[in-house]
């Protein structure tokens, strides 16, 4: 499924937004906010939706089948 290089800015923003949640539950420090001028700004506000778009985008990758290795018959 992240073999693409879409897949992969899409995981990345949703690391983004992981470790912002947790920056947030640790220290309650709105990171994205705080680096894009408060979190209701429009730069601020952008990423949030680009992030949550991301989340939705990979919501079918839970249900697919993931990527198994062939194996030949005979072999262990």
């Not at 693409?4 to 899409?10: E, G, I």
């Not at 920056?23 to 730069?43: E, Q, R, T």
């Amino acid at each position: 499924m992240f073999g693409s290089t879409f897949s992969k800015f899409l995981l990345v923003l949703l690391i983004v937004g992981g470790l912002n949640w947790g920056i947030y539950g640790v220290f309650g420090l709105d990171a994205i906010g705080w680096l894009l001028g408060g979190s209701l700004g429009w730069l601020a506000r952008t990423v949030f939706i680009v992030v949550g778009l991301a989340a939705l985008a990979l919501i079918p990758a839970l249900f697919t089948p993931c990527c198994r290795e062939k194996h030949e018959p005979g072999a262990p």
